[in-house]
């Protein structure tokens, strides 16, 4: 029977994404592990291998559409011997009706993540499941009614089989219902009434796109639903431009180059580690303290901005965090991270100094507990340990903090952990 291929979920928060290419046409046959298409997401594109084997009998979604929700039927695969004929005989995405009233529960919206692999599906008593899984099925002597399939409606495919793991019994924990989703936009007036606002103005109407889509519904939840408060300090860098001068002529023949901002990441890894209740971040009911610093970094780039996270970022050299800092800020920047590379983490930095901004708040990507927004480092009389007044080179960083996870003194902690080892750059080496 034909297969149905669904339009994936290549990351925890993605909802929809834009079929950008397709590397195969209508007949062409594949393998599994083949490459079928390339799906844009809120963040990144990435390619969409195949699970099965067989022949692309229809594409249903054309390359370059936009807003295919995750789960859409985006081709039809045939199996040996079927034809373009048999593509209407495919098993509908929605379960069919059941005589037990408790079956008959509406299909929920589907999660963010990858669809969790279903029981076998079953056609008057025939078992779904790819040429090539029977057979290895059969030279294994192994029940397909007794394996649980991962491929579309429960199809079993050949990764099923080679793992040979009994199906899920039926009666397993019920499923949780889905939490709210945010809503992608402020509340506000809505949009004919805005363009009626303005009737007779020249303007341009400008779509958005998946990323500032994500980032206004992610940044609304943030600020509605985080209990922000904020702590501020100036640090004095003189030392540490001292210092960094130092380190950079020494590290020339290595072509290393450190920024401020390589230290800062630096400092804050080692401030969550003198402040471990700091480390942590919002699970619903629950917090979950870290015990490695893995440091986000506010990257912009054209059309909205990447947080890539730098793992274990206190046990890193500062040459090390350069390199890796610059490698992600480059990849970000051509959208080429993995979804890894930029989800997770306790703790984020945003640096607007290089801008010329001399503070401001930030707001704090959930789950993450706090983010540092770093201002310019800007000359300003400054009061000597002596009480002389002297001229200094001085930063001003604010951090917002989550109280749910942070109180105000241990806030006022982790802060006083960055600002010292800033001020005293030699310790971080210690």
Not at 112 to 127: C, E
């Amino acid at each position: 029977m034909p297969t149905e291929i669904l339009m994936p979920a290549l990351s925890p928060t993605m909802e929809e994404g834009t079929l950008a290419k397709w590397h195969v046409k209508e007949g062409d046959k594949v393998s599994s592990g083949d490459i079928l298409a390339e799906i844009e997401t809120d963040k990144a594109t990435m390619e969409f291998e195949a699970v099965d084997e067989g022949v692309i009998g229809k594409i249903v979604i054309a390359e370059g559409t936009e807003g295919v929700k995750v789960n859409a039927v985006i081709a039809v695969l045939l199996e040996d011997g079927e034809s373009a004929d048999d593509i209407g005989a495919a098993p509908a995405p929605k379960a069919e009706a059941t005589p037990e009233p408790q079956a008959a529960e509406a299909p929920t919206k589907a999660d963010n993540s990858a669809p969790a692999p279903a029981a076998p599906v079953k056609d008057g008593g025939r078992v779904f499941a790819s040429p090539l899984a029977r057979r290895i099925a059969a030279d294994k002597g192994l029940d397909l009614g007794q394996i649980t399939g991962s491929g579309p409606h429960g199809r079993i495919v050949k990764a099923d089989v080679e793992s040979a793991k009994p199906a899920a019994k039926s009666d397993a924990a019920p499923v949780k219902a889905e939490a709210p989703k945010a809503a992608a936009m402020a509340a506000g007036p809505s949009t004919d009434a805005v363009i009626k606002m303005y009737d007779g103005r020249p303007f341009e109407e400008v779509k958005l796109d998946g990323m500032r889509k994500t980032i206004a519904a992610r940044l609304t939840e943030a600020k509605q639903s985080v209990p922000h408060f904020y702590l501020r300090r100036d640090i004095n860098l003189d030392a540490l431009m001292k210092f960094r001068a130092q380190l950079n002529t020494q590290l020339e023949g290595r072509g290393v180059k450190l920024s401020v901002n390589d230290f800062i990441i630096k400092a804050c890894a080692l401030a969550l580690q003198q402040v471990p209740d700091a480390n942590a971040v919002w699970a619903g009911d629950r917090t979950l303290k870290f015990a490695k610093s893995d440091v986000a970094v506010a990257v912009a780039i054209e059309g909205g901005l990447f947080t890539p996270v730098l793992r274990d970022a206190e046990m890193k050299s500062l040459s090390a965090l350069s390199a890796e800092m610059k490698d992600l800020a480059t990849r970000a920047r051509d959208r080429k991270l993995a979804p890894h590379e930029y989800q997770g983490g306790s703790f984020a930095i945003s640096n607007l100094g290089m801008f010329g901004i001399d503070n401001f708040d930030a707001i704090i990507n959930p789950p993450h507990a706090a983010i540092l927004a770093v201002g310019a480092g800007v000359k300003k009389p400054i009061v000597g340990a002596d009480g002389e007044l002297a001229i200094g080179t001085v930063m001003s960083v604010t951090l917002s903090v989550d109280h749910r996870v942070i109180d105000g003194a241990l806030g006022a902690n982790l802060l006083q952990a960055i600002k010292d080892n800033l001020e005293n750059p030699l310790t971080m080496l210690a």
